[in-house]
């Protein structure tokens, strides 16, 4: 390999290390804190921000989620009815109509030994609230207080508990003699179907818009922030997807109607969505029928509200008259194979896009179908990324044949090439020439060997992303101490791998940027007994710079995800023994132990 081709492979490297560094040092900043600006002038949900952009022929502002009252109400003592299946317990409170007490039974807080289960929804008085509920927007002949609101008690009708076989109706009926009912029920997994009728005993034509709504009172406790990852907003429309952060719902246009208010609105054709996205979990919106209907994500700044939902047509009810409507809600994981099913068996557009695949789509999608796949053959999902590897480098293997093939051309070629740089002096064009002239002869590619490199840097970063924000990886065991293929090794140097009696630093500490564990050792280890099947370059800077590569790399991964980690060194593994019996093949030794053993014994070359 010339030193042309090392500096390619060598600035391909670097500037793999540097944007590696750069999202590990230096995440996007986070959100600025807005100041309070003066209440909305409307009745709200608790502040939040009245119900927009109802599907009609114009946008209109319908009547508001809820009465200004019902920050008075004692919404910790209102009845409820549970909802229990074999994955979610919660409730539903009957003050309200709200679905806001809601968890996630196959999932823990922690590994350790008596972790919480996974609280998604919080009621309406603490801390975080954060619910779903459905309702109707007064129209023609109706007032805000002639549709259920926050301070409507409703009524249980049918059942006593929410379960997979047993749906509930609950009922209310105004003054005016119209009577608003809803029938939930919930699938095996995490889908709740809410079929919501309003029956006109009034004596007179009402028109109505039914709507589903999610609120999150400020932002979520765990919110991370990271570059890699996407919470906030997430809502498919015509086939199009949208993701906005929480600080981005400031830059959705102000509302001239109310203060403080900031809303986007978006009118759906077909078919969509509309939801809320943690790093695992999520609620959404799913109107149960194709058609128009439109979407609007909502920020209440004074009361630091944010609100998305689904508005579907508004009905023309007349006298003794009955209309109805449906939708869904999603409230569970973000689980592959359930979110596929729903896409795919219950016709729900686009679905698997609620999961935040990233830039590299195109091979986060299928990387991660294959990893699920390989983890249900094998039963691990440490081993299934081994598997991945493997496969990904067979993929791979012809493009690494002829690279490999022709970096053993080169070695045989050194000879010659030294003896062209010895003729040419400090020509460098003569020099250039000549060996174009001798590639060109030999049929070589110089450039061969940086292939598989700047190959491995998509496959690396889609990867990356597939372990961080996927579910199937959450506290994932692999053998032995690692428990959490998506956290670091939990191993380290420091206490000498737990024989000494104390704990490793802690992920915060500064001491954690040397608390180097089993895997990021064998990682660097690794990529430097790779580095011996070629002979270090002949240039001094370069053979510091190709020296210390591996460790620096062995640091700096050294807080990735167990699972990258485990990736990287069997990818290592496999190109080692891929590009030593290539080259042997075509005539080339290796003399690897005894690169190794002159690492070991030579002086450093000097810099000049």
């Known amino acids: ?130 619910y779903a509920f459905f309702g109707w927007a007064a129209g023609q002949n109706l007032a805000a207080e002639d549709v259920p609101g926050a301070k409507t008690l409703w009524s249980l009708e049918n059942g006593d508990t929410l379960t997979e076989s047993t749906p509930i109706t609950i009922a209310w009926t105004n003054a005016k003699g119209l009577t608003f009912r809803v029938t939930l029920s919930i699938d095996e997994d995490y889908m709740f179907s809410a079929e919501q009728s309003v029956t006109n005993d009034s004596g007179e034509s009402v028109a109505l818009s039914p709507y589903g709504m999610l609120v999150r009172h400020g932002l979520p406790d765990n919110l991370k922030k990271f570059f890699i990852l996407h919470e906030g907003l997430v809502a498919m429309a015509d086939g199009t997807l949208t993701e906005a952060s929480y600080k981005d719902f400031t830059d959705f246009p102000a509302d001239n109607n109310y203060v403080g208010v900031y809303n986007e609105v978006t009118q759906v054709s077909e078919s969509g969505w509309t939801g809320f996205t943690d790093h695992y979990w999520m609620t959404t919106l799913i109107p149960a029928t194709d058609g128009p209907f439109s979407t609007a994500a909502i920020y209440s700044q004074a009361s630091d509200i944010y609100q998305t939902q689904a508005v579907l047509p508004r009905l023309e009810v007349g006298a003794g008259a009955t209309a109805t409507s449906a939708m869904k809600l999603f409230a569970g994981a973000k689980e592959w194979e359930t979110i596929r099913n729903y896409q795919n068996r219950d016709g729900v557009t686009k679905f698997l896009d609620s999961i935040d695949w990233g830039w590299f789509f195109f091979l986060t999608k299928p990387i991660f179908a294959v990893l699920h796949w390989l983890n249900g053959v094998l039963g691990n999902m440490g081993l299934a990324i081994i598997a991945l590897t493997l496969l990904l480098k067979a993929l791979l293997f012809p493009l690494a044949y002829k690279s490999y093939a022709s970096m053993a051309k080169m070695k045989e070629l050194q000879p010659q090439l030294e003896k062209l740089k010895k003729d040419a002096g400090d020509d460098k064009a003569k020099l250039q020439q000549e060996m174009m002239a001798l590639y060109k002869k030999e049929k070589v590619n110089p450039a061969a060997g940086c292939l598989p490199i700047l190959m491995q840097i998509p496959i690396f970063f889609s990867l990356y992303k597939v372990i961080f924000v996927t579910l199937e990886l959450r506290h994932a065991p692999f053998y032995g101490w690692i428990r959490d293929l998506s956290a670091p090794d939990p191993s380290s140097i420091l206490n000498l791998f737990g024989l000494l009696p104390f704990a490793a630093p802690a992920p915060e500490s500064l001491l954690a940027i040397i608390s180097l564990g089993v895997l990021p050792i064998l990682l660097g280890i690794s990529m430097w007994v790779q580095q011996k099947l070629n002979p270090a370059p002949t240039d001094p800077v370069q053979a510091q710079i190709f020296g210390w590569m591996p460790w620096v790399f062995m640091f700096m991964l050294g807080g990735f995800a167990s699972g990258l980690v485990i990736y990287w060194i069997a990818n290592n593994t496999i190109t080692f023994t891929q590009q030593y019996l290539i080259m042997r093949h075509h005539g080339y030794k290796p003399d690897v132990f005894g690169n190794i053993k002159q690492s070991f014994s030579r002086k450093k070359p000097e810099v000049k």
Do not use: C
């Not at 009252?69 to 994955?87: C, G, H, K, M, W």
């Open 1 to 130: 390999m010339d030193d042309q081709n090392k500096n390619l492979i060598l600035a391909s490297a670097l500037s793999f290390a540097v944007i590696l560094i750069w999202f590990v040092l230096f995440p996007p900043p986070e959100a600025p804190v807005t100041p309070d600006a003066a209440p909305a002038a409307t009745a709200q949900v608790e502040g939040a921000a009245p119900i927009t952009g109802a599907a009609s022929s114009a946008r209109t502002t319908a009547a508001p989620a809820a009465s200004a009252q019902a920050a008075d109400l004692d919404f910790a003592n209102a009845p409820r009815v549970a909802i229990e299946t074999s994955r979610v317990k919660g409730s539903l409170s009957l003050l309200g109509g709200y679905i806001d007490e809601l968890a996630l039974k196959d999932y823990r807080d922690t590994l350790d030994t008596g972790s919480e289960i996974v609280s998604l929804l919080t009621p309406r008085g603490h801390d975080g609230a954060y």
